[in-house]
């Protein structure tokens, strides 16, 4: 099969569609990227031929002709060819069996400025309805029904393509879906990945159109969604600020994960680059134990999914915490410290420690939600997270040891933990906690007491580093010794 480049703008109504010329009796294939149209015709296919546009303007359907005069071929339409919805031609098992081919002089349908568009909610007529499935985002398919209604006199009979839309927009979901499928989205420069090149990172730069859309799943509809395709939604498990998470089974592995929504539209490219940084530090991290795992993200209805690794918990102070032995409390801290230590070398902090955000899964305690991650080198915008876990520093806008910010918001974080009370958000308790003046914890041992006022220290440059937390002797501790006071 040879593979030919149809080169000719469809942006031009003119140039309809489809000219199938000469031999079409045949089985061809169009291949586009990812997009193969498969168009079995079973008849003689002249009633293409008397376009015409094509007989005003032959020279307009050179190329085509060229390339499919000879019978069977492949061809690679260039992406323009399908951005019109006339050009929609999905995969289509077979044509409509009750239509005349053998009726000469048909015309080809017309362009969109030329059509009527019904938008009908009628349900299917008989006769001449055809369902053709097609292709959504992510590969799965969609049903996209055309009408094929007949008109006018005997003599001048004319078919009239009309595409049922269940939307109202004039272009279909399904060819957003499509044009997206066509030429692959932008690839985003990872900020937290600061050894990647250029080439690396956009294969498809110099290629890409811009109408492919900046992100290909925001389309909407249920027909298009990815999140409805791929997973089945089991129960929220959870809410933030600004997101819902829910526990999902994905259908094609049969696999739990937890699917983190957005909750707000991101309507404008910022919101969404900024949305995406939580997405972006995640990926750059890789693997990690004590780190919640980043599996996919994607935009749809203008919301940012994220598919996560699915935990049990998190040790939000409103949730029964099983923390309730000092041992248990340093294991937590141990291993939060041990992802603060890997994302730190990595040079990124993650700037919301608290207990709403460490999950726990099997006994393994996961750092979550980097929706507020940024690099420790400052070059990336620093958007703190909840003032009740912030160090006096980030509130006055020193931003010089961002590390440490994570180290007073871990103390903190472990400190409301063994209290069991929330902890303030303003007041004077709220700033004696700043100032190295926390209360006795009665039932803990000294050391704990101690290491966790040395976390909160106002200075940052006294706080350990992550690194240094974890050679503390008191990780190394026997049980007994730390439950003597
Ligand atoms: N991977 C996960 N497994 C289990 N539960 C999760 C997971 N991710 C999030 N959750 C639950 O959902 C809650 C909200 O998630 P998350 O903190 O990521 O949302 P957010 O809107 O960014 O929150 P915030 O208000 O802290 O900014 C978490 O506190 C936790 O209870
Ligand atoms: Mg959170």
């Keep these: ?21 000469g031999s079409l009796a045949n089985h061809f294939t169009v291949q586009l990227d990812q997009v193969s149209l498969n168009l079995s015709l079973q008849q003689n296919s002249s009633q293409f031929q008397n376009l015409p546009d094509f007989e005003a303007n032959p020279s307009a359907a050179e190329p085509l002709s060229q390339d499919i005069d000879g019978g ?17 031609t999905p995969e289509m098992p077979a044509m409509p069996i009750n239509l005349d081919w053998n009726k000469e002089n048909v015309q080809c349908p017309n362009s969109p400025e030329k059509i009527r568009t019904v938008r009908s ?24 029904e055309l009408e094929i209604e007949t008109l006018g006199t005997d003599e001048t009979k004319t078919e009239k393509v009309v595409q049922l839309q269940k939307n109202h927009s004039y272009v279909s979901q399904s060819a957003v879906a499509l044009r997206c ?116 993200s994607w935009f749809e209805n203008e919301q940012l999914y994220i598919q996560m690794e699915l935990c049990d918990r998190s040790l939000s102070i409103n949730k029964p915490s099983k923390l309730s032995t000092e041992e248990e409390v340093l294991e937590a801290m141990h291993q939060i410290a041990k992802a603060l230590q890997f994302i730190h070398e990595k040079g990124i902090a993650h700037l919301d420690v608290k207990p709403d955000n460490i999950y726990i899964k099997n006994g393994v305690y996961k750092l979550g939600d980097f929706g ?28 010089d040891h961002l590390d440490k910010v994570d180290i007073f918001s871990l103390g903190a974080a472990i400190f409301e933990l063994v209290r069991g009370l929330p902890l ?26 101690n290491l966790l006022k040395v976390m909160m220290d106002p200075d940052p440059t006294r706080r350990p580093s992550a690194k240094e937390l974890l050679e503390n002797p008191i990780f190394g501790r026997p049980p007994r010794t730390a439950r003597s006071k």
């Design 121 to 144: 909610k009628r349900p299917k007529l008989e006769g001449n309805m055809v369902t053709f499935p097609g292709s959504n985002i992510s590969g799965h398919q969609e049903l996209v």
């Design 424 to 449: 303030p958000e303003s007041g004077p308790h709220f700033l004696n906690l700043r100032e190295r003046k926390l209360p006795l914890l009665p039932g803990h041992s000294l050391p704990f007491q």
């Design 372 to 399: 507020c991650a940024t690099l420790l080198d400052g070059s990336l915008p620093i958007e703190e997270g909840d003032a009740r876990y912030m160090p006096q520093e980030i509130l006055n806008d020193k931003y």
């Design 72 to 88: 069977d071929k492949d061809f690679i339409l260039s992406q323009d060819f399908f951005c019109t919805p006339d050009y929609i």
């Design 1 to 21: 099969m040879k593979r030919k480049t149809l080169r000719r703008s469809s942006r031009n109504s003119k140039n309809c569609g489809m000219i199938m010329k």
């Design 181 to 296: 499928r066509v030429m692959p989205p932008p690839c985003l420069k990872n900020p937290y990945l600061k050894n990647a090149s250029e080439m690396d990172i956009d294969p498809f730069g110099n290629q890409r159109s811009k109408c492919a859309g900046f992100y290909p799943a925001g389309v909407g509809g249920e027909d298009l969604s990815r999140y409805r395709t791929d997973f089945h939604e089991i129960e929220q498990i959870g809410s933030g600020n600004f997101s819902r998470v829910f526990k999902v089974l994905k259908r094609l592995d049969g696999c739990m994960y937890a699917v983190k929504h957005s909750l707000k539209r991101l309507h404008h490219d910022t919101e969404r680059c900024k949305a995406l940084m939580e997405v972006q530090a995640l990926a750059s991290l890789g693997t990690h134990e004590n780190i919640v795992g980043y599996y996919s």
